[in-house]
């Protein structure tokens, strides 16, 4: 099964500074790849999919990049509302393995 | 309104049985593919269970492999997961996720508790 790597584990930056977080494939997945955000006692909620797609609804500070093996979730100006854990997740085939997760707050 | 909604989750010994259902409201249930994810105390994402929208295809997570059984009603809108064998490591809270590839909707998750 292809395994999901992300990183860091967790991060802490100030309001307004530019947050990327990566997500590593075992093997390539195109660009079959969702980002979620799941805010302390939340429910996930779906960012991205198909690496770069905005979900309709999600603030344009969210953007994605990358294909093949190697991905990015970038948040241009960090707000304290995104505060949460990210997660990556690929859907080429099963199992829709997720990845660790990162935890963003703010410093 | 477009919604997922669990139940069925509680407190089961180790060798246990429960049943979860997912009650979906909103859209056309039979054309959807369904999954269970869960996600245990303090711990990430965990994707368990898959269902093709006409049920004909299932896919398992080896973590339950032989143990759960996934299974959905298209008449009454509903998705099912049948938990037999239950472990202390199963204790989770169980989401079900509407599938399109991705998953763009989900509910709102039901604790499942084993322990002794």
């Keep these: 099964d292809i395994q999901m790597t992300q990183s860091p584990s967790s991060l802490s930056a100030s309001v307004g500074d530019r947050v990327t977080i990566t997500c590593r494939a075992s093997q390539g997945i195109n660009n079959y790849l969702a980002w979620y955000q799941q805010k302390p006692g939340k429910v996930p909620k779906l960012l991205i999919y198909a690496a770069s797609t905005l979900q ?13 093996a190697d991905f990015t979730l970038t948040i241009s100006s960090l707000q304290p509302e995104d505060v949460a854990t990210y997660y990556c997740q690929k859907y080429n085939s099963a199992p829709q393995t997720f990845g660790g997760g990162t935890k963003v707050e703010i410093k | 309104e477009v919604q997922l909604v669990e139940s069925g989750g509680g407190l089961v010994q180790p060798g246990g049985s429960l049943r979860l259902s997912c009650a979906a409201s909103g859209f056309t249930f039979s054309t959807y593919e369904m999954n269970w994810v869960r996600q245990a105390p303090g711990k990430g994402l965990e994707w368990v269970s898959y269902i093709s929208s006409s049920g004909s295809t299932i896919y398992y997570a080896d973590s339950v492999k032989g143990r759960f059984t996934i299974s959905r009603d298209n008449a009454k809108n509903s998705l099912y997961l049948q938990m037999n064998s239950l472990r202390v ?15 763009d909707l989900w509910g709102r998750g039901t604790l499942v508790t084993v322990s002794s």
């Design chain 2, 89 to 103: 490591e199963d204790t989770a809270v169980y989401y079900c996720a509407r599938d399109r590839g991705y998953f």
């Design chain 1, 56 to 68: 309709s609804g999600v603030p344009s500070r969210f953007s994605g990049s990358g294909s093949g």
